[in-house]
């Protein structure tokens, strides 16, 4: 069975658990996906989340970036998901992975990371999904 990371901003609940549901409907175990924290709970929480999440990309067969609509941007990347997405294109590169890595949508010109999306996109390193 192939198996896939969900990456995204956590405040998009509803849209992970559809994504969750699409993938695992396709016949993919999820590996990982965006888990919403209390801000409170950061200090705790956190370290051990982003070490599993970093570990289960390195482990996966597809990476998916579920690029929605946020705070009005359309395609939005945020800083987290954009390490994530590179961490994701370092394995192949580096590493010699062969992670599949897809976003959803083509970042809005507004997002900070556009023009190294548009690039890896440009490569052939990323695909619009």
């Known amino acids: 069975m192939k198996k896939v990371v969900i990456s995204g901003s956590s405040k998009l609940q509803e849209k992970i658990e559809y ?4 993938w695992e409907e396709m016949g993919y175990q999820i590996l990982d996906y965006p888990k919403y924290i209390e801000e409170a709970d950061y200090s705790e929480k956190l370290p051990k989340i982003y070490q599993e999440f970093y570990t289960n990309i ?24 954009i ?25 809005s010109q507004e997002v900070n990371s ?3 999306v548009k690039f890896w996109l440009d490569m052939g390193w990323i695909q619009l999904y």
């Open 114 to 116: 556009y023009d190294e």
């Open 58 to 81: 390195e482990n996966t067969d597809v990476y998916f970036l579920m690029n929605e609509e946020k705070n009005g941007i359309d395609g939005y990347i945020g800083a987290s998901a």
């Open 19 to 22: 994504w969750k549901h699409y």
């Open 83 to 107: 390490a994530e997405l590179t961490y994701a294109v370092i394995q192949n590169l580096i590493h010699e992975k062969k992670i599949e890595i897809y976003i959803l949508n083509m970042p």
